[in-house]
């Protein structure tokens, strides 16, 4: 009597378990995929012409939104931006100087990604594929491929991206670009109604 009891105890304390966690599933994803500098986001986005969704999946990619990275090829800040590429930013952009240690700050860091994604998309047609292949494979080389037509731009070539660390950077930010769409676009869409 008293194991049949406990057993209908724990699958009682199951059942409310698994309706709290369908009751909040955004929440609970939301511990996995947070979206931690949401207003620099939106306002670098906006004035750079691109997906707020796309930077946060690439942040997300690199960084896991840790504003002190540092990659072992030296990229730095949330957006792991190489210094040299910062600087090239910075003198394309009319930002003013620049210093690496700027890559380190949140707002610059996010601010430059967007500016350079934007340059991406303009030189790549928008084409997403391509633009992640460039911003992580450097767009000398996606040039190259495209050129060698290695890739042409579609979903399917991402097999076919010459190196394998872009390939799987390509892929993770495009699901990462899923979720965030799905679990935060939904949001923006229920504050624009």
């Not at 303009?122 to 767009?139: D, P």
Request: charged share 20%; glycine share 8%; proline share 6%.
């Amino acid at each position: 009597m008293a194991r049949r009891y406990r057993i209908n105890i724990f699958r009682l304390l199951l059942l409310i378990l698994l309706i709290t966690a369908v009751l909040n599933y955004d929440a609970i994803i939301k511990q996995f995929y947070p979206m931690p500098y949401y207003n620099a986001i939106f306002q670098h986005s906006a004035n750079a012409g691109i997906d707020p969704y796309l930077l946060t999946a690439i942040m997300k990619t690199e960084s896991n939104f840790n504003p002190n990275a540092v990659s072992p090829k030296g990229a730095r800040g949330l957006m792991q931006i190489m210094p040299e590429t910062g600087e090239w930013i910075a003198r394309q952009s009319g930002t003013g100087p620049f210093h690496p240690d700027l890559l380190f700050d949140p707002d610059t860091c996010i601010s430059m990604g967007a500016w350079y994604i934007a340059d991406l998309q303009q030189e790549f047609g928008g084409n997403k594929i391509m633009v992640l292949a460039a911003y992580n494979g450097g767009r000398g080389n996606v040039r190259n491929w495209l050129d060698e037509e290695k890739i042409s731009g579609n979903i399917r070539d991402i097999d076919n991206i010459p190196f394998p660390e872009t390939r799987n950077f390509v892929s993770k930010v495009l699901w990462n670009y899923k979720v965030y769409s799905w679990l935060y676009g939904k949001e923006l869409r229920h504050k624009i109604s």
